[in-house]
């Protein structure tokens, strides 16, 4: 178990960039981490996952081009990059870390067993 503290949240206009970051309390080099976003009243959605060492990423479709996911084992952290945000961006976006489960269950909610509190993004059109 680690836990997992996200920061870089905000309020950003349309079109502009935010850089969301997790840091884990202990080393996340064998987990999966993943991104996922919930606004009120819809369940939590994946937004992008990266594997161990990187070597896959995957994305949800909204997002695809324009966030990209990163991570730095060293430093126990994964960030997501977001470019280009519009107003359907805006939810708590949360942080994950989990056993891997293959590339196509990066954004399976359940694949995750640790979560960070999340940070608020909201994107003003």
């Known amino acids: 178990q680690v836990q997992l503290i996200e920061s870089g949240g905000g309020s950003v206009q349309a079109g502009g960039s935010l850089r969301l970051s997790c840091v884990a309390s202990g080393s996340i080099s064998s987990l999966c981490m993943g991104w996922f976003r919930q606004v009120p009243g819809k369940e939590r959605e994946g937004v992008a996952g990266?594997?161990?060492?990187?070597?896959?990423?995957y994305f949800h479709d909204s997002v695809e081009g324009r966030f990209t996911i990163s991570r730095d084992n060293a430093k126990n952290t994964v960030y997501l990059q977001m470019n280009n945000l519009t107003s359907e961006d805006t939810a708590m976006y949360y942080c994950?870390?989990?056993?891997?489960?293959?590339?196509?269950?990066?954004?399976?909610?359940?694949?995750?067993?640790?979560w960070g509190q999340g940070t608020q993004v909201t994107v003003s059109s």
């Open positions: 994950a870390a989990g056993i891997c489960g293959g590339w196509r269950a990066l954004l399976v909610r359940e694949q995750y067993d640790n």
């Open positions: 990266i594997t161990t060492t990187s070597e896959y990423t």
